[in-house]
């Protein structure tokens, strides 16, 4: 089954070339998705309220606002998210976090299986 053509995702990192490669990899897997795109968490939040994404991935380690209070403020708002964290600090105490806040979390660095597995965790709630 696959998610909605034309449902929007946001893709938040601080590293504009880590947002490239993943919205390129979202293109590439599912044409049809909507990618936005935003560079901190307080730009997510704020991306979030306004387009409503049906799925959104979160680097942790941003300036502004990091990953994990900008998923627990997308959260409170979006409760019907999909949010996937993605970062290269794969310590058990931000796997913990990220449990505690509903939301996934996949290890960095960004390849084809990573892109395969957020839209599968985000295909998966939806059916």
């Given amino acids: 089954m696959h998610a909605e053509d034309g449902a929007a995702v ?4 601080d590293s504009r ?3 490239m490669m993943l ?3 979202l293109r590439e897997q599912r044409p049809g ?3 936005h795109e935003a560079a901190d968490g307080a730009e997510a939040v704020a991306r979030a309220a306004e387009l409503k994404p049906a799925l959104i991935t979160l680097d942790i380690n941003m ?3 990091d ?3 900008a998923a627990e403020r997308i959260r409170a708002l979006l409760p019907q998210t999909t949010i996937v964290l993605l970062t290269a600090n794969v310590q058990a105490a931000s796997k ?10 996949l290890a960095k660095p960004i390849t084809e299986a990573v892109v395969r597995q957020a ?4 295909e998966a709630g939806h059916g």
């Fill in 119 to 122: 839209l599968s965790l985000w």
């Fill in 10 to 13: 946001l893709v938040v990192d």
């Fill in 17 to 19: 070339v880590s947002r």
């Fill in 63 to 65: 300036p502004v606002m």
């Fill in 33 to 35: 998705l909507e990618i």
């Fill in 96 to 105: 913990a976090r990220a449990e505690a806040l509903g939301v996934h979390f």
């Fill in 67 to 69: 990953g994990f209070e």
């Fill in 23 to 25: 919205a390129a990899l």
